[in-house]
């Protein structure tokens, strides 16, 4: 967590640094709080390490001296040594519980050393106190190291960030009021200057923030800065309103609000020297050049207002992805009126000829009217002999409509014309139906896969500039041209993103040593995906874990093909992916499928998208790949390479077993192949695997089950997966029932330290 104070730390230059350290030291020695010697100094040498620490400790020494005091400067310059002592040492340990530590240790030597110096019941409260402030402020002066440090933008409203600032912040103008010089008091004066910088910076809300933050530590510091305190909250409040229109008016507003304030609360001798401090503050506010210091926390994409690129990009995907969701949506209603609309009955094949044949005929009245049931059924008896294949002619007629009617091929003419028309707008209809549903199907799965990346990129990640420039200049070194990089942190390890044109100079393994050595961060090898001319490298931070596999297949023939396909990588971002597919019957037309099924699959893993939204697009690819019945199972086994969380996805696939120590776990899903309907049934399981557990993923060909492989496992324990992998293929070969046979793959995944 630790990191060294920023505008220190990247200096370089010891001659600059150094002086500044002991100068800050020795003001901190000289304030007051309580009217006895602040803690503050020996908070500031706590949160410092190395050299920084000697400089601080050597400040301060000479600060606690000027005193004049030298036997009360004895406790503070003990606290300050033995906190020292450990600092310079053993200040490099950059954990959470280091900067805890140097909270716990600080409060300590402060409570023990005032304790001994202690006269009173008051002075021993005043003394738990002074631990109390001494550890928060070491421990919060290390977290503003830390959020100084970042190259990220800096956000006072947010609530880690406001607690660590303001613990400082209040403390350390509780001490500065202590020091005046003349009418001037260094508190008053600094608060000014803070709180006009952030009203600046942060506008009305930073300011007030800021504005209650020092008045509280100009209280703390003595009562009769209390009304004083209030003048510089409402100046503070009536400059933030005024921010947006610049530095000018807002410094106008701060001065006459804390003016107007100061006269109303009693203009006397302490109220007028308040305002001449608030006056000074002011000047130096406005001589100081803030677009250099505002630099580092002037925010690169403004995420307070809401225009954070990776932000509206992710929205934008949203906002595509629904807009693919309302356009399936207008597709199925308007096809429900439109399907309400067209006549399906195929009563209208004879009623249209009758209607155009008999319209003139002189027994219209006697067929239609008074015989109106026995012509129907005649009608009816037509379009069962067209149904049968047959084509209507006058023979078939039957009965008094035989004898009356004078019209009998052309009637059967217009009969068989219209039937054959009603037969074509049924197909069409169908296929339109078919057509429709894919269409929807790919629209939904597509508002998936963008919801699956919105959520990526809207997750809450940290971004890392340094590191995304660094490996920008190396990969331009390395022969991309106009690369582009991004690198994420998230749970504190890194992963990287890039992208550039051309041909990279060295292979991933060179990259991979060339990456650990610029960002002094270990990496696992990466990952380089050529698309066009364009090319996709992605990195991530050694992992947890490390994955050992192995495969053995075995054809249904002899000499024939295997029909299953077993892939497996890792995506980029620290998770591994084993697929195994088996398509439709077995050798090269199952292949072709299966193929197919896990080229697709890991293209669209790669590119991001999630793997449930990766099976939707894959289902619906498969039921348009060919007129042929296309379908192939899925088994899919995904581990964090970090954490050991494994997720186990089932659409066909065969059982999956787990061996964790000596027991064997079976996993077994119901879900159908993908490509046999529009929704694709998948079953997911979720458990997380240890270091030495073995996962082991099968095909349909092979029938085991847990009890055999306890005893296979208790013969071979594992450690040679490739035999192990061939023992079980065997024995699931020679159990196959005859008649039955299959190809059989299996793989077996190991996860190692």
Request: glycine share 8%.
């Amino acid at each position: 967590m630790e990191k060294e104070l920023f505008s220190l730390r990247k200096n370089k230059t010891s001659y600059v640094r150094y002086p500044l350290i002991f100068f800050c030291a020795c003001i901190f020695a000289l304030t007051t709080l309580f009217e006895k010697t602040s803690p503050f100094a020996v908070a500031f040498i706590a949160s410092l390490s190395g050299a920084d620490c000697a400089a601080a400790f050597v400040g301060s020494g000479v600060g606690f001296l000027m005193r004049g005091d030298f036997v009360m400067a004895i406790p503070p310059i003990a606290a300050a040594a033995s906190v020292s002592i450990l600092r310079i040492f053993l200040g490099k340990i950059k954990t959470t519980a280091a900067a805890v530590g140097s909270a716990a240790l600080t409060a300590a030597a402060v409570l023990m050393t005032n304790v001994i110096t202690a006269e009173s019941p008051t002075d021993i409260i005043i003394s738990v106190a002074f631990a109390l402030i001494s550890g928060s402020t070491c421990y919060a002066l290390i977290k503003v190291y830390c959020i100084a440090a970042q190259d990220t933008a800096f956000t006072l409203l947010k609530p880690s960030n406001t607690v660590a600032v303001g613990i400082v912040t209040a403390f350390g103008i509780a001490a500065l009021s202590s020091l005046s010089f003349g009418i001037f008091n260094i508190g008053i004066m600094t608060s000014a200057v803070l709180v006009s910088a952030v009203t600046y910076r942060f506008r009305l809300t930073g300011g007030a923030l800021f504005g209650i933050i020092c008045a509280f530590g100009m209280a703390l510091s003595s009562s009769d800065l209390v009304y004083a305190g209030l003048a510089l909250e409402i100046g503070a409040v009536i400059g933030g309103v005024l921010s947006s229109h610049g530095r000018i008016p807002q410094a106008a507003a701060f001065l006459l609000a804390a003016a107007v304030t100061g006269a109303i609360l009693g203009m006397d001798a302490a109220m007028l020297s308040f305002m001449a401090d608030m006056l000074a503050g002011t000047v130096i506010f406005m001589t100081l050049p803030l677009n250099r210091i505002m630099q580092k926390i002037k925010p690169h994409s403004a995420k307070h207002s809401g225009s954070d690129p990776t932000e509206v990009f992710a929205g934008r995907l949203e906002l595509v992805g629904s807009t693919m969701g309302e356009l399936k949506y207008a597709v199925e209603k308007t096809a429900e009126t439109l399907d309400k609309t067209v006549n399906r009955d195929v009563s209208s094949v004879y009623n249209s000829a009758c209607d155009q044949i008999c319209k003139n005929c002189r027994f219209n009245m006697k067929c239609w009217g008074e015989e109106y049931n026995d012509s129907t059924r005649q009608m009816n008896g037509f379009i069962k002999i067209l149904r049968s294949g047959d084509k209507l002619n006058p023979t078939h007629f039957t009965g008094a409509l035989s004898y009356r009617c004078s019209k009998k091929q052309q009637l059967c003419d217009s009969i068989n014309r219209k039937y054959d028309d009603f037969v074509a707008a049924g197909q069409m209809n169908r296929r339109i139906t078919e057509m429709r549903t894919v269409l929807t199907h790919i629209l939904d799965s597509t508002e998936k896969v963008f919801a699956s990346m919105s959520e990526e990129f809207s997750s809450s990640v940290t971004y890392d500039r340094t590191a995304s420039l660094k490996t920008e200049r190396v990969l331009e070194r390395c022969g991309l041209t106009s690369p582009k990089a991004v690198a994420r942190s998230i749970n504190g390890n890194l992963s990287i993103e890039a992208y550039g044109d051309g041909e990279l100079a060295c292979t991933a393994e060179e990259l991979g040593d060339i990456m650990i050595e610029t960002l002094q961060r270990e990496f696992d090898l990466p990952c380089i995906l050529k698309f066009g001319k364009r090319v996709r490298v992605t990195m991530f931070q050694q992992a947890t874990y490390g994955v050992k596999s192995a495969a053995c297949q075995l054809s249904r023939r002899k000499d024939g093909s295997n029909g299953d396909y077993i892939t497996g990588y890792i995506d980029g971002r620290g998770s591994y992916y084993s697929i195994i597919s088996d398509g439709m019957g077995s050798g090269s037309r199952a292949r072709i499928d299966s193929a197919f099924a896990c080229g697709l699959l890991t293209k669209l893993l790669e590119s991001g998208v999630s793997v449930e939204a990766a099976i939707e697009m894959l289902n619906t690819s498969l039921l348009v790949k060919s007129a042929d019945e296309s379908f192939a199972t899925l088994d899919i086994c995904q581990v964090d390479l970090y954490t050991g969380k494994t997720r186990i996805f089932k659409a066909g696939g065969a059982d999956t077993f787990i061996r964790s120590g000596k027991k064997v776990t079976k996993i077994s899903g119901n879900g159908l192949p993908i490509g046999i309907s529009y929704t694709p049934s998948v079953d997911a399981k979720t458990f997380t695997a240890g270091e030495d557990d073995i996962i082991i993923m099968t095909s349909d060909g092979a029938d085991l089950s847990e009890k055999w492989l306890e005893q296979a496992f208790e013969r071979d324990s594992g450690k040679n997966l490739d035999e192990l992998v061939k023992t079980v293929a065997g024995a699931a070969k020679f159990n196959c029932e005859k008649g039955r046979e299959d190809d059989i793959s299996i793989v077996a995944l190991q996860l190692r330290k």
